[in-house]
């Protein structure tokens, strides 16, 4: 396995809270965290694919998100190697966007 070359990127999950499941998927769950420390609300992606089992394609898409600093990208936090229980499971951790997703906000525009 090649590994992701991310310089200070690294999150220490124990310094956030879980709070809810706000969107699942095939390849985990987000959810709406809080630092503890300064009580900012971010989403956490959890992803349930082991390390080993990343493909590469996903690994350069992974390097490039956080190296982008882009206002029509989400805002990448960092990103740990281990899910809040400690499983060799990766969590990408972003700016949490308060009104849903870019999904979201579509279906409400076309509702009205």
């Known amino acids: 396995m090649s590994r992701i070359k991310v310089n200070d990127s690294t999150i220490t999950l124990e310094n956030y809270k879980k709070m809810e499941v706000i969107g699942n998927g095939p390849n985990g769950y987000v959810y709406k965290i809080t630092h503890l420390k300064t009580n900012k609300i971010y989403a956490a992606k959890e992803l349930k694919l082991f390390i080993e089992n990343l493909t590469e ?6 390097y490039i998100c956080t190296t982008l600093n882009n206002p029509a990208f989400i805002e990448f936090i960092g990103y740990s190697l281990t899910d809040f229980d400690g499983n060799d499971f990766p969590v990408i951790v972003t700016k949490y966007m308060e009104n849903g997703s870019l999904s979201d906000v579509f279906r409400k525009i076309h509702k009205n």
Do not use: I, L
């Not at 394609?57 to 992974?62: E, Q, V």
């Open 57 to 62: 394609s996903f690994k350069r898409k992974f």
